[in-house]
């Protein structure tokens, strides 16, 4: 299983994913081999899944596209018709908008890394994965923007850098050079890069320009390629950060707390203007210089 999603070259958020449902999979049906299973048992899994685990939506559908797998890539038996699946209900949530001062005052309480992470999450209007997934090369002071690469869609896009972050920027990255020599002294500046990239350019994992923008605080050992690498900032760190600041700027009473990731994504119509799909962007004067908290018309 393990090999059939790394010849197909999948994230290893993927690899993780399938391998966790299979073993749910196989667990649930007292650890029967799949090849003694087919769609009864697959449709009864999924039926559980909505019913008793009562699970979103996209997560059945993410256990589907596992087992379904599982079956056409490693088995070569793909799955037939799956009916009578108990489907789970789509949950209806609105998230908890902050006012521009509100906003404001979170930041303040965030540490200067993660403010960092955040103010790029909402000046530039990147998703929480894609500000610290950030590479040094994807920074373009000159041109004040952004590459934003395998964004949402597994697309590249580019948006703007606003002119606030410039000179916070440049500090941070002075202390990150000084990281990544040590590390290259010590062995470890080697740096993930995605596919075949490492094996057409040799050096490229200890370039400076490869380097993730948020580094990870430790070196940790790489599950795939193997070895010594410093890992991107953990997402899950931003998180819990934006969540401690909103409780110690006392916006909202317990129980009321905003999606981190939802309320720090904003997409300013400068922003908006910044993007390139392969399509003409959106273009709108009235906020052509301005990179602010407060959102354009």
């Known amino acids: 299983m393990r090999a059939a999603v790394r010849v197909r070259h999948y994230s290893i958020r993927t690899e993780q994913a399938y391998l966790y449902w299979v073993r749910r999979f196989i667990l649930f049906h007292e650890r029967r081999h799949p090849e003694s299973m087919g769609e009864i048992e697959v449709a009864a899994f999924l039926s ?161 320009g490869w380097q993730y923008v948020f580094p990870a605080d430790e070196v940790s050992y790489d599950p795939r390629g193997g070895g010594k690498r410093r890992h991107h900032l953990d997402e899950q760190r931003v998180q819990r950060a934006v969540r401690r600041a909103v409780l110690s700027a006392s916006i909202n009473p317990p129980g009321k707390l905003p999606y981190p990731a939802t309320f720090l994504y904003h997409t300013p119509t400068r922003t908006r203007r910044g993007y390139t799909h392969g399509t003409r962007a959106t273009r709108a004067p009235r906020c052509a210089y301005h990179a602010d908290l407060y959102p354009c018309h």
């Open 48 to 208: 559980h899944l909505a019913t008793a685990a009562n699970v979103a939506p996209a997560t059945q559908n993410q256990a589907l596209n596992a087992i379904a797998f599982l079956y056409s890539a490693v088995l070569d038996r793909p799955l037939g018709e799956l009916g009578g699946i108990a489907r789970a209900k789509q949950r209806e949530r609105l998230p908890v908008v902050l006012t521009v001062d509100e906003v404001a005052l979170v930041l303040l309480h965030l540490p200067p890394r993660i403010w960092l992470v955040a103010c790029l999450q909402y000046g530039s209007g990147l998703r929480l994965l894609e500000s610290v997934r950030l590479r040094v090369k994807d920074l373009d002071f000159t041109h004040r923007a952004i590459l934003v690469r395998d964004g949402k869609g597994g697309r590249d896009r580019v948006t703007t850098l606003p002119d606030e972050l410039l000179l916070p920027l440049e500090r941070h990255l002075a202390e990150r050079l000084t990281l990544f020599e040590r590390d290259i002294a010590e062995g470890a500046g080697e740096v993930f890069l995605p596919n075949a990239l490492a094996r057409k350019y040799p050096s490229a994992p200890t370039e400076w």
